[in-house]
């Protein structure tokens, strides 16, 4: 991702707080030189010095036939906003969009067993709907051990990160005053959240 000096993110903590907080990312891994993508939740972890990022998708998506021993990104991404060129205090601007991304890259370990499989939804369950768990426990065991066989869950060690935010960092004090103002007052939740990281 391009990232001039003054839009990355080098906070550890605010990055990792937004990837748990927009989980909902892109997967892309490539199959025969194509980029294929899918859209899932994931659960973003730290353990010890590295992070690791848990999901699963159905089995009938044949995405999970190209993960075998190749890198793959993760793409967590929103808010968004628009900025409009006449925020600026010289006409001499062109519009713009702020945004927060992050990009994860890292190899994928498939589960290999139910019970690995079984520790993956539990991750994911607990992230989601805590409450839910005791419902899914009460489940039959065939039951289970069906949607077990019909998904491929996985884990990601990221080995690498990048970060950034594009927050207008590169203008005035008064037109950054002014931007975030704007966003704030805007009934678009997403443009709002902008403001609020701003």
């Known amino acids: 991702m391009y990232i001039p000096n003054h839009f990355k993110q080098?906070?550890?903590d605010k990055t990792m707080e937004f990837m748990q907080t927009y989980n909902?990312?892109?997967?892309?891994?490539?199959?025969?030189?194509?980029?294929?993508?899918t859209h899932l939740p994931f659960v973003v972890e730290v353990q010890g010095n590295s992070m690791v990022l848990f999901s699963h998708l159905?089995?009938?998506?044949?995405?999970?036939?190209?993960?075998?021993?190749k890198e793959v990104l993760v793409v967590f991404s929103e808010p968004h906003a628009y900025?409009?060129?006449?925020?600026?205090t010289h006409e001499k601007n062109v519009p713009t969009w702020n945004y927060i991304a992050v990009h994860a890259y890292g190899k994928i370990q498939i589960?290999?067993?139910n019970e690995k499989k079984l520790e993956i939804l539990y991750k994911q369950m607990q992230?989601?709907?805590e409450s839910y768990l005791a419902q899914f426990n009460r489940l039959e065991q065939k039951y289970v051990a069906d949607l077990l066989d019909g998904i491929v869950a996985f884990e990601i060690q990221v080995n690498q990160l990048q970060s950034k935010a594009k927050l207008s960092q590169n203008k005035t004090a008064e037109e950054r005053k002014n931007i975030k103002e704007h966003l704030l007052s805007?009934?678009?939740?997403?443009t709002q959240e902008i403001g609020k990281q701003m």
């Open 186 to 190: 805007t009934k678009n939740t997403v």
């Open 127 to 129: 992230n989601a709907e």
């Open 24 to 37: 909902f990312a892109l997967l892309i891994s490539v199959d025969n030189e194509l980029p294929i993508a």
């Open 58 to 69: 159905s089995k009938t998506n044949p995405q999970w036939k190209s993960f075998a021993d």
């Open 83 to 88: 900025i409009s060129p006449t925020l600026y």
């Open 10 to 12: 080098e906070d550890n």
């Open 111 to 113: 589960a290999n067993s």
